[in-house]
């Protein structure tokens, strides 16, 4: 199967690097890499490793596979400023810290296995290994919990970004079920989501005469008006 080598100016959707892809092996970490496989498979694995990825484009700034860039389009004026707008990629995901998550538990586990060994035995250094130990672990754990709670938030927050370019293409009104539809969600998440974004002034829920409830975008809604300055 023939390496698609993606070539002129692009967007790095990781590091925002814009510019042109250099060639995989021409980064010193894969360089390095490929030495330290050649090593330890007596050459057969650097060789294979070399084979699939020497025609490979990278970002030469994060190491990013160059098909995995956005095209730079040559657009001017206010028509190049709405396309990097609507285009602009979301930011990568935080990690959800599940190693150290469980890195921890198996830390506080283990120390507290040699706590009760040291206290049970009455020897003081078990129960300080222990205690370290088991400290360390939830160190850990919390760190990881930590990077959970920090990458639901930017979920959260790439979700309601999409919400609201989907409000600016509807006109500045959304229901449940269009966002589900669109966003592809379950009816019970797109509500809770519009829900939490209901603050009474830039998104509000209303009841049409029908009984149907949509979310109003009132920023959006009456953006012409707002451009015009209200003449």
């Given at each position: 199967?023939?390496?698609?080598?993606?070539?002129?100016?692009?967007?790095?959707?990781?590091?925002?690097?814009?510019?042109?892809?250099?060639?995989?092996?021409?980064?010193?970490?894969?360089?390095?890499?490929?030495?330290?496989?050649?090593?330890?498979?007596y050459?057969?694995?650097?060789?294979?490793?070399?084979?699939?990825?020497?025609?490979?484009?990278?970002?030469?700034?994060?190491?990013l596979?160059w098909?995995?860039?956005?095209?730079?389009?040559?657009?001017?004026?206010?028509?190049?400023?709405?396309?990097?707008?609507?285009?602009?990629?979301d930011?990568?995901?935080?990690?959800?810290?599940?190693?150290?998550?469980?890195?921890?538990?198996?830390?506080?586990?283990?120390?507290?296995?040699?706590?009760?060994?040291?206290?049970?035995?009455?020897?003081?250094?078990?129960?300080?290994?222990?205690?370290?130990?088991?400290?360390?672990?939830?160190?850990?754990?919390?760190?990881?919990?930590?990077?959970?709670?920090?990458?639901?938030?930017a979920?959260?927050?790439?979700?309601?970004?999409?919400?609201?370019?989907?409000?600016?293409?509807?006109?500045?009104?959304?229901?449940?079920?269009?966002?589900?539809?669109?966003?592809?969600?379950?009816?019970?998440?797109?509500?809770?989501?519009?829900?939490?974004?209901?603050?009474?002034?830039?998104?509000?829920?209303?009841?049409?005469?029908?009984?149907?409830?949509?979310?109003?975008?009132?920023?959006?809604?009456?953006?012409?008006?707002?451009?015009?300055?209200?003449?």
């Open positions: 199967m023939a390496v698609v080598r993606p070539a002129g100016i692009r967007h790095c959707p990781r590091c925002s690097y814009q510019g042109e892809g250099i060639a995989y092996f021409r980064r010193g970490s894969h360089v390095a890499l490929l030495v330290g496989v050649s090593f330890f498979t050459g057969f694995g650097g060789l294979v490793y070399w084979l699939a990825r020497r025609k490979h484009l990278v970002c030469p700034r994060c190491g596979g098909e995995h860039a956005s095209r730079v389009l040559s657009l001017t004026g206010r028509e190049a400023e709405q396309r990097a707008v609507e285009e602009q990629p930011e990568p995901l935080p990690r959800s810290g599940i190693k150290r998550r469980i890195l921890g538990v198996g830390m506080v586990l283990g120390g507290t296995l040699l706590l009760l060994s040291g206290i049970f035995g009455a020897e003081g250094g078990l129960i300080a290994a222990g205690s370290l130990i088991g400290g360390g672990g939830s160190l850990g754990f919390y760190w990881g919990w930590h990077d959970l709670q920090q990458r639901r938030k979920i959260m927050q790439r979700i309601q970004r999409k919400i609201l370019r989907l409000a600016k293409a509807k006109g500045g009104t959304l229901t449940v079920s269009e966002v589900a539809a669109d966003i592809n969600l379950g009816l019970p998440a797109a509500e809770k989501i519009l829900t939490s974004m209901d603050d009474g002034f830039r998104v509000r829920s209303e009841i049409s005469d029908e009984g149907v409830i949509y979310y109003e975008f009132p920023e959006l809604l009456h953006r012409r008006e707002l451009g015009s300055g209200g003449s």
